[in-house]
C-alpha cells in the first residue's frame, strides 16, 4: 500500500506541476504538493466511509482489501492524470495568456483539464469497478450502487478539499496565497456547496463588480 | 417456540448464530462489531430466528449504538457528545412498545426479545455509519468557514446523519432476508414493521428537534 500512495503522489504531484505551469512556476510548485495531498487526504477521510458502505452493499473482503482497492483507484486516477501532463503543459506553455482585455485560450484550459480529470476519474473507477465485481463476487447492481456511493463520498469531501485548496491555476495575482481556505469567491461563497448552490442559485452580484473586473 | 422448529433445520456454516463466546470476544475488539453486524448478516439473522444468545446479541447493539454514535455527536453538539446516541437509542425506546403491541395483537410470531434486537440493528448500523462519517465531518468543520453561509457544516452533517439511518434501514431489511426462518417470521409483520419504520423515522425528527440536533 505505501508504494501505492507514493506513486499517486508523484503522478499528481507531476500532473500539478502541469497545469499550474500555465499560471507561473510558483504555482506549479505549488501544485506539486496540493494535487497529492488533495488525493490522499480525500481517501484517507473518506476510507472509513468506503470500507462500510461496500460492506453494507455486500463486499466480503476486509478493511485492508477494500482500502486498497480505493487506494488503486486514485493511484489510477493520478497515473492517468500524469499521463495527460505532457499535453497539458504544452497547452500551458502555449495557449494565449489573459491579458486587460480578454482571458485568452483560459477557458479552453480549464475545459480540457476538466475532461482530463473526468476522463482519468472515470476510467479509474470503471477499472476498479470491475476488480470490485470480480473479486467481490457482488452482482452487478450491488456493484455499481458500491461505486456510485464511493464516488457520492468522495465528492462530499474531494469536492470541498479542493475547494479549500483553490487556486491550482488561474488568472488571480502572483500575491495569492498558498490556498484560499474558507475566503468568499466573487459571489461570496465561502465553501464548495455554497458555490455549487450559487450556481444554481445565482445571487447578484457585489455593487460595482463589474466595474472593477476580476481583479 | 418457533425457535425450536427452526433448531432441527440445516444450517450452512455462515448462517450458524453467533455464540456467547464470540459475541463476549467482540467487547475485546470492538472493531469487529463490523464483521458481525454488517458482513456476518446471515449469523445475525439466524441468531435473531433461534433467539440464541439475544441477551448478550441484544446488550452488544445497544452498546454500539451508543458508542459508536460519541464521535459524529462530539462533532455536531461540543456541549453534548452523547445526543446523537440518545437519539437513536432514545427514539427506539420510544416506538419499540408500539412495534410489540401492534405486533402481538396483528399475530406477530416474533417475541419481544426478537423484536427489539432486530429493531437495534438499525440503529447499531446508524451509528456504526455516523463513526465512519466522523473523519468527513471534522474535515468539513475544518475547512468551512463558521457563520452565515446558504451550506453549513452542521447542515450537512445532519445530512450524514440522514445517510447513517437510511442505511440502517437499508440494512434491517438485508438481516430480514438473510434467514429462511427469520423471513418466515417476520413474513407476518413485515407491513407493521414498514409502518413502524415510518413512526420510527418521524419520532427521530422529533426527538432531534428536542434535542436541539437540528
Same mark, same amino acid.
Given at each position: 500500500?505505501?508504494?501505492?500512495?507514493?506513486?499517486?503522489?508523484?503522478?499528481?504531484?507531476?500532473?500539478?506541476?502541469?497545469?499550474?505551469?500555465?499560471?507561473?512556476?510558483?504555482?506549479?510548485?505549488?501544485?506539486?504538493?496540493?494535487?497529492?495531498?488533495?488525493?490522499?487526504?480525500?481517501?484517507?477521510?473518506?476510507? #472509513?466511509?468506503?470500507?462500510?458502505?461496500?460492506?453494507?452493499? %455486500?463486499?466480503?473482503?476486509?478493511?485492508?482489501?477494500?482500502?486498497?482497492?480505493?487506494?488503486?483507484?486514485?493511484?489510477?486516477?493520478?497515473?492517468?492524470?500524469?499521463?495527460?501532463? #505532457?499535453?497539458?503543459?504544452?497547452?500551458?506553455?502555449?495557449?494565449?495568456?489573459?491579458?486587460?482585455?480578454?482571458?485568452?485560450?483560459?477557458?479552453?484550459?480549464?475545459?480540457?483539464?476538466?475532461?482530463?480529470?473526468?476522463?482519468? %476519474?472515470?476510467?479509474?473507477?470503471?477499472?476498479?469497478?470491475?476488480?470490485?465485481?470480480?473479486?467481490?463476487?457482488?452482482?452487478?447492481?450491488?456493484?455499481?450502487?458500491?461505486?456510485?456511493?464511493?464516488?457520492?463520498?468522495?465528492?462530499?469531501?474531494?469536492?470541498?478539499?479542493?475547494?479549500?485548496?483553490? !487556486?491550482?491555476?488561474?488568472?488571480?495575482?502572483?500575491?495569492? !496565497?498558498?490556498?484560499?481556505?474558507?475566503?468568499?469567491?466573487?459571489?461570496?461563497?465561502?465553501?464548495?456547496?455554497?458555490?455549487?448552490?450559487?450556481?444554481?442559485? !445565482?445571487? #447578484?452580484? !457585489?455593487?460595482?463588480?463589474?466595474?472593477?473586473?476580476?481583479? | 417456540?418457533?425457535?425450536?422448529?427452526?433448531?432441527?433445520?440445516?444450517? @450452512? =456454516?455462515?448462517?450458524?448464530?453467533?455464540?456467547?463466546?464470540?459475541?463476549?470476544?467482540?467487547?475485546?475488539?470492538?472493531?469487529?462489531?463490523?464483521?458481525?453486524?454488517? *458482513?456476518?448478516?446471515?449469523?445475525?439473522?439466524?441468531?435473531?430466528?433461534?433467539?440464541?444468545?439475544? @441477551?448478550?446479541?441484544?446488550?452488544?447493539?445497544?452498546?454500539?449504538?451508543?458508542?459508536?454514535?460519541?464521535?459524529?455527536? *462530539?462533532?455536531?453538539?461540543?456541549?453534548?457528545?452523547?445526543?446523537?446516541?440518545?437519539?437513536?437509542?432514545?427514539?427506539?425506546?420510544?416506538?419499540?412498545?408500539?412495534?410489540?403491541?401492534?405486533?402481538?395483537?396483528?399475530?406477530?410470531?416474533?417475541?419481544?426479545?426478537?423484536?427489539?434486537?432486530?429493531?437495534?440493528?438499525?440503529?447499531?448500523?446508524? *451509528?456504526?455509519?455516523?463513526?465512519?462519517? @466522523?473523519?468527513?465531518?471534522?474535515?468539513?468543520?475544518?475547512?468551512?468557514?463558521?457563520? =452565515?453561509? *446558504?451550506?453549513?457544516?452542521?447542515?450537512?452533517?445532519?445530512?450524514?446523519?440522514?445517510?447513517?439511518?437510511?442505511?440502517?434501514?437499508?440494512?434491517?431489511?438485508?438481516?430480514?432476508?438473510?434467514?429462511?426462518?427469520?423471513?418466515?417470521?417476520?413474513?407476518?409483520?413485515?407491513?407493521?414493521?414498514?409502518?413502524?419504520?415510518?413512526?420510527?423515522?418521524?419520532?427521530?425528527?422529533?426527538?432531534?428537534?428536542?434535542?436541539?440536533?437540528?
Amino acid at each position: 500500500m505505501p508504494r501505492l500512495a507514493v506513486t499517486a503522489a508523484i503522478c499528481a504531484a507531476l500532473y500539478g506541476l502541469a497545469i499550474g505551469m500555465v499560471h507561473s512556476p510558483l504555482f506549479a510548485a505549488r501544485n506539486m504538493v496540493k494535487l497529492p495531498l488533495l488525493l490522499l487526504a480525500t481517501a484517507a477521510i473518506c476510507g #472509513p466511509a468506503y470500507y462500510l458502505l461496500a460492506r453494507l452493499l %455486500g463486499a466480503r473482503a476486509g478493511a485492508g482489501a477494500l482500502l486498497r482497492l480505493v487506494l488503486r483507484m486514485f493511484h489510477d486516477t493520478a497515473l492517468l492524470l500524469a499521463a495527460l501532463a #505532457p499535453a497539458s503543459l504544452f497547452l500551458a506553455l502555449t495557449l494565449r495568456r489573459p491579458d486587460g482585455i480578454g482571458l485568452g485560450d483560459y477557458p479552453l484550459f480549464l475545459g480540457l483539464n476538466v475532461a482530463f480529470v473526468a476522463a482519468a %476519474g472515470t476510467l479509474a473507477l470503471a477499472r476498479q469497478a470491475r476488480g470490485l465485481l470480480r473479486e467481490q463476487r457482488l452482482g452487478l447492481r450491488r456493484g455499481l450502487l458500491v461505486v456510485a456511493s464511493w464516488l457520492a463520498v468522495t465528492l462530499l469531501v474531494g469536492g470541498q478539499w479542493a475547494w479549500y485548496l483553490r !487556486p491550482f491555476f488561474g488568472v488571480s495575482r502572483q500575491d495569492t !496565497p498558498f490556498c484560499l481556505g474558507s475566503a468568499a469567491d466573487y459571489r461570496g461563497a465561502t465553501n464548495f456547496y455554497e458555490a455549487v448552490y450559487h450556481l444554481l442559485r !445565482p445571487p #447578484p452580484l !457585489p455593487a460595482g463588480f463589474l466595474r472593477r473586473g476580476w481583479r | 417456540m418457533h425457535a425450536k422448529i427452526f433448531e432441527t433445520e440445516e444450517r @450452512a =456454516p455462515e448462517s450458524v448464530p453467533l455464540s456467547r463466546a464470540e459475541l463476549l470476544r467482540l467487547l475485546a475488539a470492538p472493531h469487529r462489531v463490523v464483521d458481525v453486524v454488517l *458482513a456476518g448478516r446471515r449469523r445475525l439473522a439466524a441468531s435473531l430466528a433461534l433467539e440464541r444468545d439475544l @441477551a448478550p446479541l441484544t446488550a452488544l447493539l445497544l452498546l454500539t449504538s451508543v458508542a459508536a454514535a460519541l464521535p459524529f455527536g *462530539a462533532l455536531l453538539d461540543g456541549e453534548g457528545c452523547w445526543r446523537v446516541g440518545l437519539l437513536l437509542v432514545g427514539s427506539l425506546l420510544v416506538c419499540f412498545p408500539s412495534l410489540h403491541v401492534f405486533g402481538a395483537l396483528l399475530g406477530s410470531r416474533l417475541c419481544a426479545a426478537q423484536s427489539l434486537a432486530l429493531s437495534l440493528v438499525l440503529t447499531c448500523v446508524a *451509528a456504526l455509519f455516523t463513526l465512519a462519517f @466522523a473523519p468527513i465531518l471534522w474535515f468539513l468543520q475544518a475547512t468551512m468557514r463558521a457563520g =452565515p453561509s *446558504a451550506v453549513t457544516p452542521r447542515q450537512i452533517g445532519v445530512l450524514l446523519l440522514g445517510a447513517a439511518l437510511l442505511a440502517g434501514v437499508f440494512h434491517l431489511f438485508r438481516v430480514l432476508r438473510a434467514d429462511a426462518a427469520l423471513r418466515r417470521l417476520a413474513a407476518s409483520s413485515l407491513v407493521l414493521l414498514m409502518l413502524w419504520l415510518q413512526l420510527f423515522l418521524f419520532v427521530t425528527y422529533r426527538m432531534a428537534l428536542f434535542l436541539g440536533l437540528l
